[in-house]
């Protein structure tokens, strides 16, 4: 492909007012920073707070040389691994995918008794240095100086593939869905309260995330960059992965690098797995944007979305590449109470798919059933298939054919899939991980084995009225002009009534004013190669979104407008809470 003049990036920065000096990297400045803090006391109680998966080992190098006159190790404190594994088991289920959100706090794997005699040893220790470190340590000692050791998601997605266990288990060889499970059910949960205890006391926030480079700032700077993030547009970290379906869409736009095969999923717009590149002056410090959600759930989402959804991100930008790639699994998605009943989860994924691009032969949707299908004799076909005969899908599901700027509805309960040689954009709600999986075409993942089928959940939960009339009622070409002036066009294009986001499009080559209704907006650019979005107050500085871009207008930013710079005609999504 021709190089582009307004590539995609990759590693979207948020640049800090202010604060140019207030970040460190390196090991030797870091702790030259902790210990200027610390300088001029008796005795100085250091806490470092680690989520886990943070490379315990590479934090007490940065620290050692300090000087301690005592060490304590939290996670030696903690319960035995084999008991936490036997207290979280009835959670995390016999099932290879899915558990139920977890109803412990990590201070429940600390027993009273140890941290009481811990806390004594701390006292009686002489003056000086006196070290506590470790998953829950701030539970033992909230210390003199606190810092918190954190790093993202995906990086702790990318140690356990690459073998790192789980916090606090005697279970060893497991599979990596089987660490990420755990993770997403249970670790995750329990880190998250705790570090969520802990923003308006650290005094360091140090980012783990890339092994051998650390940075670190300050605590009373890194709360400052959150607050002026939930002010202005931002985009997220993006990060890409391969799948047994996947396409060559996202390495050829996106400049990827080559990975041995193509590329499945992009996440640009998930808070709960993305990250956020903060710019201190000449530092950058990588922080979860969950932690953005966390300390400023109201000036991000707005007061009506957070009393309704609470510390909860609930809109979703990803995409789905299969251009010269494979169909996904044909799949279904929890109808809102069975997730509540059986997983613990508040709401589920509603989706939709916007058709970004198609390129070769027959690109398609599967959506709905046809008209006349038999329940038991889809559960039957499928469950023969699983046994290994095959499925015909297209005997029982219907198959659309789409073209770019199409958008499809998915209400829960829908059995749909994306066929091959479509770049989708998909818009859902956030509790993303809860997919139950119908038929799979046969195939094997990439580790070469079956993926896990989920036939019980899925029967219980596909709506069978959802034929090829209700499809077509109520679910394709729902786009409808809701306002046409000199500046542009503003369609909405969804979503269904049973889902709880709405979704517009907007067109424009010179300017288009965008209405504010108490959420934070979602964006994404379709069509066009820049879009720059500005604040009539003044409230933020111009914002540059480009082609395929994904970014988050939170509700603090107040009203703004969306303007093409360069005369072409640009198209933007934009997702919000109805």
Request: with cysteine.
């Amino acid at each position: 492909m021709e190089e582009k003049k307004y590539p995609y990036r990759r590693f979207p920065q948020i640049p800090v007012s202010g604060l140019d000096e207030a970040a460190a990297s390196g090991v030797e400045t870091i702790r030259a920073r902790i210990a200027e803090v610390c300088a001029g006391r008796g005795k100085v109680v250091l806490t470092a707070e680690c989520y886990p998966g943070v490379d315990q080992a590479e934090l007490l190098a940065i620290l050692a040389p300090l000087g301690f006159a005592a060490v304590i190790h939290s996670d030696d404190y903690a319960l035995p691994p084999e008991e936490i594994d036997r207290m979280v088991e009835r959670e995390l289920t016999d099932d290879p995918v899915f558990g139920i959100m977890t109803t412990y706090g990590l201070s429940d794997f600390f027993p009273a008794e140890k941290t009481a005699a811990v806390r004594r040893t701390i006292e009686e220790a002489p003056d000086g240095f006196v070290l506590v470190y470790g998953v829950g340590a701030s539970l033992i000692a909230r210390g003199d100086v606190l810092l918190l050791a954190d790093l993202t998601r995906w990086e702790a997605q990318l140690r356990f593939r690459r073998g790192t266990s789980n916090w606090r288990t005697a279970r060893r060889g497991l599979s990596q869905r089987e660490k990420y499970k755990r993770g997403y059910f249970a670790e995750w949960r329990w880190a998250d309260r705790v570090k969520e205890a802990l923003f308006d006391q650290i005094d360091f926030y140090i980012d783990m995330t890339s092994e051998g480079h650390p940075s670190a700032v300050s605590g009373a700077a890194y709360r400052e960059a959150l607050r002026q993030a939930a002010r202005q547009p931002f985009r997220m970290a993006p990060y890409f992965d391969p799948g047994v379906w996947g396409g060559d869409w996202m390495k050829r736009y996106f400049g990827l690098p080559e990975n041995g095969s193509n590329y499945a999923w992009s996440f640009d717009g998930v808070p709960e797995e993305n990250s956020l590149l903060l710019r201190f002056g000449g530092v950058t410090v990588q922080t979860p944007a969950q932690n953005l959600v966390l300390y400023q759930p109201r000036a991000l989402l707005g007061e009506r979305v957070h009393r309704r959804f609470g510390k909860e991100f609930p809109i979703r930008f990803d995409m789905l590449d299969t251009i010269h790639g494979q169909n996904l699994s044909l799949q279904v998605h929890p109808l809102t109470e069975y997730i509540q009943r059986h997983f613990h989860m508040p709401y589920t994924q509603d989706e939709s798919y916007y058709i970004l691009d198609t390129e070769g032969d027959a690109p398609c949707v599967y959506l709905g059933l046809k008209e006349g299908t038999r329940p038991e004799e889809m559960i039957a076909a499928l469950s023969r298939a699983q046994k290994g005969g095959t499925f015909d899908a297209q005997r029982f599901v219907n198959r659309v054919p789409v073209q770019k700027h199409d958008h499809l509805l998915i209400p829960a309960g829908t059995v749909h899939c994306s066929g091959a040689n479509t770049m989708v954009l998909e818009i859902s709600a956030t509790p993303y991980i809860f997919t139950f999986k119908l038929w799979d075409w046969g195939r094997l993942d990439l580790d070469g084995k079956p993926r896990p089928i989920h036939l019980e959940h899925g029967a219980a939960n596909i709506q069978w009225d959802r034929d090829t009339a209700w499809v077509q009622e109520n679910l394709i070409g729902q786009s409808r002009e809701i306002w046409r002036g000199a500046g542009g066009l503003v369609e909405r294009t969804g979503l269904h009534e049973r889902e709880p986001l709405d979704t517009f499009r907007v067109t424009t080559n010179s300017a288009v004013p965008i209405r504010r209704n108490g959420s934070v907006h979602m964006l994404n650019l379709v069509e066009g190669a820049r879009a720059v979005l500005s604040s009539p107050a003044g409230a933020f500085p111009p914002f540059e979104l480009r082609y395929a871009e994904t970014c988050i207008v939170p509700e603090a930013a107040g009203k703004y407008r969306m303007e093409s710079p360069d005369g072409e005609e640009i198209r933007v999504m934009l997702a919000c809470v109805r």
